[in-house]
Structures are given as C-alpha cells and as structure tokens.
C-alpha cells in the first residue's frame, strides 16, 4: 500500500512537471549588434496563443545615463507581414499580444549608423503560452484565491496542451503532404531523366553508325 501510493505521488509529480513544461515556451537570449547592422529572431506561434516579448540594451556607462548612441528600432510582425509592435530609437521596452494567425513571428532589432561604430549588448526574452497569459492576473488575486486561480490554470493548461497536440498533428500533416508531394515531383524528375539519357545515347549511337557507315568502317 505504500509502495502503491509512493508510486501514485512520483506519477502525479512527473505529470506536474510536464504539464508546467510543456504549458509555456520562452526564449531568452543576448547578442551583440554593430552600427548600421540589422538582427531577426523568429517564434513559432499558434494562433489564439498569448505572448509576451521585453527587451533591453545594456548601458555600459552605469550608473550614467544610457548614451543616444544605444538606441535600436524593433518591429515585431507575423509571416503573412502584419505589424504587431514597432517602436524607434528606444532602448527598452516590452510587447504582447494574442496572435490572430498561426505561423512565425518574426522580431526585427536594427541600430542606426554611427561615426565611430558602436557594438550594442542587447537582451530579449519572448514567452508563449498559458503560463504569460496568467502572470498578471495572480498577483491581483488574495490568499484564499489563489487555489481555485491555479486550478483553473491547470485547467486552462490542460486545454491549452490539447490545442497544442491539435496543432502538431496538423504540421505533420502538412509536412508528410509536403514530402509525398516532393517525392512524387523526385519520382517524375528521374523518369524523365532516364528518358533524356536514353534518348541522347541512341541519337549519339545512330550518330557514330552514320559517321562510320559514310568512312566505310562497318
């Protein structure tokens, strides 16, 4: 009996884990960017899906103000070229939104040019999923609502890894289309080709029957 319920709480901890994993993805990263010069990070987003971007350019003369060299321009837009966020010459700041489509979200960091050329340090962390859609709320709730808000999280996160599973299945779909149909145009490009061989051999040996038929050779 106590093996069965040490087993049962080791089942509901991994399902925990998992669940908060696979709940939210984020991405968190620093790059460098050189005057003049231009920088794209992309995020796979289903649509409907909550995500929260904030980024920062590292002042190197803390504690002093950030110079005005360190300024960079964002613009944050979807694969079908529709703009989410777009701000100039700032050096933080932070969006979110619901994604209407599904698809790569593409955030574009760029820097002015600069007499001398400056290298900017600048950090990014961009979430998607139900964990960023629900940060807000929980700091507005009391003590006593605490558990019924992570319940419905839960529920919410539950849901959320169904949608997601929909999701995934409906790539591979489109990915396995995508390879019947490219092994299928493989298919046809090789028949032809043998086609194309088999035709250029007999014109060559028709050519050299001609060519020794006329020197009397055969």
């Known amino acids: 009996m106590v093996l069965r319920s040490k087993k049962l709480r080791t089942f ?35 649509s409907n899906a909550m995500t929260v971007g904030k980024y920062t350019v590292v002042n190197p003369n803390e504690p002093h103000p ?23 010459e700032v050096d ?10 599904g698809g790569d979200y593409t955030a574009c960091f760029a820097v002015s040019d600069h007499k001398p050329d400056v290298t900017l340090s600048i950090g990014l962390e961009w979430g ?20 019924e808000f992570e319940v419905k999280a839960l529920i919410e996160t539950v849901n959320a890894i169904h949608d997601e599973m929909f999701y995934l299945r409906d790539r591979e779909e489109e990915m396995q289309d995508l390879n019947r149909a490219t092994n299928s145009k493989m298919a046809w490009f090789g028949l032809v080709s043998l086609f194309v061989c ?16 006329k020197k009397k050779v055969i």
Do not use: W
């Open 66 to 88: 950030i110079p005005q060299s360190h300024k960079i321009n964002i613009r944050v837009t979807s694969s079908h070229g529709n703009t989410y966020h777009h701000a100039e």
């Open 92 to 101: 933080s700041g932070q969006f979110s939104f619901t994604a209407v489509e």
């Open 128 to 147: 998607t999923g139900v964990h960023y859609k629900s940060l807000g709320s929980l700091a507005k709730k009391s003590k006593v609502e605490v558990m």
């Open 12 to 46: 509901l901890f991994i399902i925990t884990i998992t669940i908060t994993t696979l709940s939210h993805v984020s991405l968190s990263l620093h790059f460098d960017l050189k005057s003049g010069q231009s920088k794209c990070v992309s995020e796979d987003i289903k």
């Open 198 to 213: 088999l035709g250029v051999a007999g014109m060559q040996f028709m050519h050299l029957k001609t060519f020794f038929e």
